[in-house]
């Protein structure tokens, strides 16, 4: 069975049998429908609008807006319908799991989850303190067609302690409390880890996350299975691993002799250095890296410790897994820019940063239903046979991208789609043109 009448058919059981329960499974996959389509902002005016003009279905607006910002919308239930639906989830027997936050800058003084928030990455021209959202993420890097892909998995709005002071927050009946950007993410991936069983998880994160305020929490959540791969900041201090003396007094000691930092071990590493073909960046590069086993007080563990040869210094890479090679480390943690694809995907190509809405649950919606379009994408691609030709090929960028499987996507929505006519029952199709339109968009 075709992916897409897979996921209408699932979809559907997840709504009550009723008929405001399947009005609502009809709205739920038309608004997916209409953000899937390439052709308008999901700004959510504009998806009425366009349910109206390509799938010929008249909702009042006044009951439209109320749908968006419904409390029984069941996310939850919808993600786990859309985890179990990824093929073949696991690399090298493993689940690779990027985390990371992005800002959502907004203008209205009344969205829900906005604050004053410091953006690093801001250029001169804009100012590093945008009013924003604030959203940590998780998603899953998995190759696809070639590729390496991120799907979002889940998301939580991180919102600081003075903006909860400064009102009481609400979501879907329930207060919001203070969390950090740690605390939410383990909770994030621990709903994760009830549905892809007893795989081993291995998080792929920048240095802010790559310290035990991460990793102790996630392995006290899931055991020994979580393990981190990170980048180590220039300062960071190694260790030798401690030498066991018998027969001494006091208790074992837990670190050797201090090697220095990072920075400081790099020239000490070099001579061992060694050249290695990696997949890097959509390539097949050569890459300079020595490697050495350590002990990192940051993480209070022994870790494994590469450093890569990038440009015109030497970087180093931490994982908590011994398992992986020189090659699985630069190259899983090279596919973590993904997740900045990734986000560049859902706020500028799916459109959720152009929408304005204010009630908290109507934002926390349309998020959910803008990830869910954009891991929607990528399962429909990697159910393709082949992959779709790059539309604007250049001499250095030939692999499909994003908007290639969208506009894929749109011509299967044009012909059989999901399967399901989301049509109220008896009312013709008002536009009998959207076969041709989807046929232009593609």
């Avoid at 996507?409 to 008896?426: E, H, N, T, Y």
Wanted: aromatic share 10%; hydrophobic share 45%; glycine share 6%.
């Amino acid at each position: 069975m075709p992916i897409l009448p897979a996921l209408a058919t699932q979809f559907q059981g997840l709504f009550p049998a009723t008929a405001r329960g399947q009005e609502r499974w009809r709205w739920f996959l038309l608004t997916l429908q209409a953000i899937l389509v390439p052709i308008t902002a999901s700004r959510t005016s504009n998806l009425l609008r366009a349910i109206a003009t390509l799938f010929g279905v008249d909702i009042a607006p006044s009951r439209y807006y109320t749908f968006m910002a419904s409390v029984k919308l069941r996310w939850e239930a919808v993600w786990a319908v859309l985890w179990r639906a990824i093929p073949d989830p696991l690399t090298d027997g493993r689940l690779l799991v990027a985390l990371d936050d992005s800002i959502n800058p907004k203008t209205g003084r009344k969205v829900f989850g906005c604050q004053t928030t410091f953006d690093h990455a801001a250029k001169t021209n804009q100012s590093a303190y945008p009013w924003a959202q604030t959203i940590v993420t998780v998603g899953l890097l998995k190759v696809i067609h070639g590729r390496w892909a991120c799907l979002p998995l889940a998301f939580a709005f991180y919102l600081r302690r003075q903006t909860l002071r400064a009102g009481c927050l609400r979501v879907r009946g329930e207060a919001v409390v203070f969390q950090s950007k740690f605390a939410q993410a383990v909770r994030l991936m621990a709903g994760l880890a009830k549905v892809f069983g007893q795989a081993p998880i291995l998080v792929v994160a920048d240095s802010w996350f790559g310290n035990n305020g991460l990793l102790k929490p996630l392995r006290a959540a899931l055991g020994p299975r979580a393990q981190l791969l990170s980048r180590l900041r220039v300062n960071a201090v190694l260790y030798e691993q401690p030498t066991a003396t018998p027969g001494a007094p006091g208790r074992p000691r837990k670190y050797g002799a201090r090697l220095g930092n990072t920075a400081q071990l790099a020239a000490a590493v070099r001579v061992d250095a060694r050249t290695y073909t990696i997949n890097l960046y959509g390539k097949m590069r050569e890459v300079i890296a020595a490697e050495r086993l350590v002990m990192l007080k940051t993480l209070r563990c022994q870790v494994r410790v590469v450093w890569v040869f990038r440009k015109t210094q030497w970087v180093a890479l931490v994982t908590t897994d011994p398992t992986l090679s020189v090659v699985q480390l630069v190259e899983y943690y090279g596919a973590r820019w993904k997740i900045e694809a990734g986000f560049r995907e859902i706020k500028q190509e799916i459109g959720s940063a152009e929408t304005q809405t204010r009630h908290p649950d109507a934002v926390t919606n349309h998020l959910n239903f803008c990830m869910a379009a954009t891991t929607i994408t990528w399962i429909y691609g990697a159910h393709l046979h082949q992959a779709p030709p790059r539309r604007y090929a250049t001499a250095k960028r030939t692999e499909y991208a994003f908007a290639d499987l969208r506009r894929a996507l749109a011509k299967d929505l044009g012909g059989q789609g999901f399967g399901i006519d989301c049509r109220v029952p008896g009312n013709a199709t008002r536009n009998p043109l959207i076969a041709t339109v989807m046929d232009l968009v593609a």
